[in-house]
């Protein structure tokens, strides 16, 4: 794992430092779970995955999913 130095100003370190401690982290994990959420791909919800099972390929991005046409019902 790499190592970081940030600077930060001093209102946002005591936001950090407050914002960890309300939910029992490390400033590191905490800092790095914010990141994480932010830089990492955008994928299906657990949860959606939960409820619709197993699938095999890729999910198409959810921002494809707005210009496709659905099939009319007989």
Excluded at 22 to 39: C, E, R, T
Excluded at 54 to 68: A, D, Q, S
Aim: hydrophobic content about 30%; aromatic content about 8%.
């Amino acid at each position: 794992m790499g190592q970081i130095t940030l600077y930060l100003p001093q209102k946002i370190e005591e936001s950090v430092k407050k914002e960890a401690k309300k939910v029992h982290k490390s400033i590191s994990a905490y800092v790095s779970d914010i990141l994480n959420q932010k830089l990492s791909p955008k994928k299906w919800s657990s949860n959606f995955l939960k409820i619709c099972g197993t699938w095999e390929g890729e999910f198409i991005e959810v921002k494809e999913l707005k210009n496709t046409k659905r099939d009319d019902l007989e």
